[in-house]
């Protein structure tokens, strides 16, 4: 079982940065991909942006260009780099791991909270 802890969120102005961390409780070089969720108020949770072992990076269109995530296997942690804050990234942002590939997301963190006012 693989445990994942975010940190990082809080209220931000738009147009700000924000940084989240994601800490796992085993070695993420072992996880084949790391991703970030998000939920917004009245939404589904809905893809972010994801990192494989191989750093190969993928983003949701509307954040493409603004968000960057990275992932510090020395560290066992994940970050996802929000840049130029909009107010509809207000959200409750999770972290997920997927340890094969070919597989699923199937290790959750319980979500920071992001909230960005005008």
């Known amino acids: 079982q693989v445990q994942l802890v975010e940190s990082g969120g809080g209220l931000a102005p738009a147009g700000a940065s924000l940084t989240l961390s994601c800490a796992a409780s085993?070695?993420?070089?072992?996880?084949?991909?790391m991703g970030w969720f998000r939920q917004r108020p009245g939404k589904e949770r809905e893809f972010v942006a994801s990192i494989t072992q191989t750093k190969f990076t993928d983003y949701e269109l509307s954040v493409k260009g603004r968000f960057t995530i990275s992932r510090d296997n020395t560290e066992n942690t994940v970050y996802l780099l929000m840049n130029s804050l909009k107010l509809e990234d207000t959200a409750l942002y999770y972290c997920?791991?997927?340890?094969?590939?070919?597989?699923?997301?199937?290790?959750w963190g319980r979500g920071t909270q992001v909230t960005v006012s005008s």
């Open positions: 997920a791991a997927d340890p094969t590939i070919g597989g699923n997301y199937i290790y």
């Open positions: 085993e070695r993420t070089a072992s996880l084949y991909r």
